[in-house]
């Protein structure tokens, strides 16, 4: 607390600082000159631009205060603060590629200055992404440049009818918003200055250069319908959905204006001064922690003063005070015994109520049970017949051939005796089947009979 009051005078005079300086900047160079240059006047910013810009970091570490404070303690400021900035923005996409963004949407995509014919043929291809996100942004990323880079190879692969174009997913909220777009990336095809549109995610396109070439050059997007819906443009809520992303835009510059570090010191210092406020309420009421006690003390101090007012009833008021205390004093709670002979009643009770309800279901599937085991072993009887026959088909020698010279009937008596021993095997292992099915059958009847009994 008290080091957040003592940086509160230098942050105010670094903000006041840059403020000036902003000020300073947007005046016109007429003032200098006699005769101001050919030159356009400064556009005029709202409250929320000078806002962010008083509240950079950037200008209140430049300012004078700050510099010659570090610059007595040996650090040059301004070189540390180019050298952060050169860092940060090696970091993202280079501008080869369009970048779109809330502010300039509508003047490069809505508002693009085109002819009839040119807004029919128009093709917009987006990349909604992360700069150096997770692998899957990165590689997306790197197909969609290597599909660009084909377009400006030479003239034959040039495509005169797409423009390409970024959205940084991390800093645009009012576009993600209105399309509802919340998971990247995501490739979007564009047409006739945002009315109908078309997303692919990565995994409905081929992440080939030479692929997503030729898909623009024939244009393979109109084999996917166009986005309709409540939400998309024509849709009923398409106004509302307008409304809300201005809005949420707005929300985000509002929120973005002041820094981290300035949000953390007056969330600290807020804090600190509510908890000593709540402190300081609490020890001037001088207020106990048990009101309900300190109220039937007094309503007990009360009793007894009324009982030595009148005569006559004394005992009796004293006798219903001391009722009264000792009511409260008692604690009426059950006795261990009393306790554990309700849960054993409870116990007993849950247990004939269960009984009772699958009773007729156990004696139901024992009945089954016993009706399928007596199938089974007749199941079992005939096939242990047909076993049996087989294997005296099988033993059985072979036929003398009436015939001389036949070796065709010989060959043919032999392939049923191969026949005979395999349906012979088959049967062996029905008959384990069913044996191992009528144990399960006797188990689950003797589980049924210790339950019941």
């Known amino acids: 607390m008290k080091l957040s009051l003592a940086l509160l005078p230098l942050i105010a005079t670094s903000v006041w600082a840059g ?4 000020q300073a900047d947007l005046e016109p160079e007429s003032a200098v000159y006699t005769q101001p240059p050919p030159a356009e006047e400064p556009k005029e910013q709202s409250f929320l631009e000078r806002l962010q810009h008083a509240f950079d970091l950037e200008n209140i570490l430049t300012s004078g205060p700050v510099v010659a404070l570090a610059a007595k303690a040996g650090i040059n400021i301004t070189e540390k603060v180019q050298a952060a900035k050169a860092a940060v923005e090696g970091t993202g996409w280079d501008n080869h590629i369009p970048l779109i963004t809330d502010e300039n949407y509508r003047e490069m995509i809505v508002e693009e200055p ?8 128009r093709v917009w291809f987006l990349l909604i992404g992360i700069p150096n ?10 197909r969609f440049e290597g599909a660009y880079n084909i377009t400006q190879s030479s003239p034959e692969k040039a495509l005169p009818h797409v423009r390409w174009g970024r959205i ?16 990247v990336p995501m490739l979007v095809v564009l047409r006739k200055g ?39 443009p024509g849709g009923a809520l398409e106004p509302a959905m307008e409304k809300i992303s201005v809005w949420t835009m707005k929300s985000y510059i509002f929120i973005t204006t002041v820094p981290r570090w300035i949000m953390l010191l007056a969330t600290g210092a807020l804090g600190s001064l509510l908890i000593n406020v709540m402190h300081a309420g609490g020890a001037s009421g001088g207020r106990s922690a048990s009101p309900k006690r300190q109220t039937s003390e007094v309503k007990h101090a009360r009793i007894a003063e ?5 005569d006559g009833g004394s005992a009796v008021r004293h006798t219903r005070a001391d009722a009264i205390k000792a009511s409260a004093k008692k604690d009426r709670s059950p006795s261990p015994k009393r306790q554990s002979a309700r849960i054993q009643a409870q116990t007993r009770k849950i247990k004939s109520d269960v009984v009772e309800a699958i009773e007729p279901q156990v004696e139901k599937l024992i009945s089954e049970g016993e009706k399928a085991i007596a199938n089974m072993e007749k199941s079992v009887t005939s ?19 009436p015939h001389a010279g036949a070796p065709l009937q010989v060959r043919n008596e032999v392939r049923k005796k191969k026949l005979l021993a395999k349906q012979e095997k088959t049967l062996e292992q029905q008959l384990v089947a069913l044996q191992q099915e009528i144990d399960d059958l006797v188990r689950s009847a003797a589980w049924a009979s210790a339950i019941l009994a």
């Open 383 to 401: 096939l242990q017949r047909k076993a049996d026959y087989m294997k005296n088909r099988v033993s059985a020698p072979l036929a003398a051939d």
């Open 194 to 232: 945002g009315r109908e549109l078309r997303f692919y995610s990565p995994r409905q396109l081929r992440l080939q250069p030479d692929v997503l070439h030729k898909f623009l050059e024939v244009d393979g997007w109109k084999e996917t319908p166009a986005w309709t819906g409540l939400f998309a």
């Open 19 to 22: 403020y000036n300086h902003h």
């Open 306 to 310: 009324d009982a030595k007012e009148h």
């Open 133 to 142: 996100g997770d692998p899957v942004n990165k590689l997306v990323d790197e």
């Open 114 to 121: 085109l002819s009839l014919d040119e807004v029919d043929k």
């Open 168 to 183: 940084n997913y991390l800093d645009v909220t009012a576009i993600t918003t209105r399309w509802w777009v919340w998971k």
